[in-house]
């Protein structure tokens, strides 16, 4: 699990402020499925927010601690019967193979010959 501190927390409540509720959970509870739509979430937004329907208070904490300690992520605020949660997105890989673009006319073209053959 995530720890933020003071700081952090206000500033992503104040980004959750805004956003709809991407996962609902109600009668089932925390099934496999609604776990992996979490980590989906979580993963294309870093942000969401959590609805729960008909679960009691205690019920509300201890699904809160499960999601967070299994999906390795931050709790940053639960309201009420809803969650939010916080993780960073996974860093993705840039490929840097780029060709220069090819010449446009002959005389680029002789150009950038001169320049391969002065390296």
């Keep these: ?28 509870g925390l099934s496999d499925n609604v776990m992996k739509e979490i980590d ?9 927010k959590v609805k729960l329907y008909g679960i009691e208070r205690a019920e509300r904490d201890a699904a809160l601690a499960t999601i967070c300690e299994q999906l390795a992520c931050a709790p940053v605020q639960h309201i009420g019967n809803v969650l939010v949660l916080w993780r960073p997105k996974p860093a993705v890989e840039v490929k840097t193979n780029r060709r220069a673009p090819a010449p446009k006319t002959k005389k680029q073209a002789a150009a950038a010959a001169e320049r391969r053959a002065k390296r």
């Design 1 to 28: 699990m995530i720890e933020l501190n003071p700081i952090e927390t206000r500033a992503l409540r104040a980004q959750a402020h805004h956003l709809k509720p991407v996962v609902s959970i109600s009668q089932n």
């Design 40 to 48: 989906r979430s979580l993963k294309a937004h870093e942000l969401i």
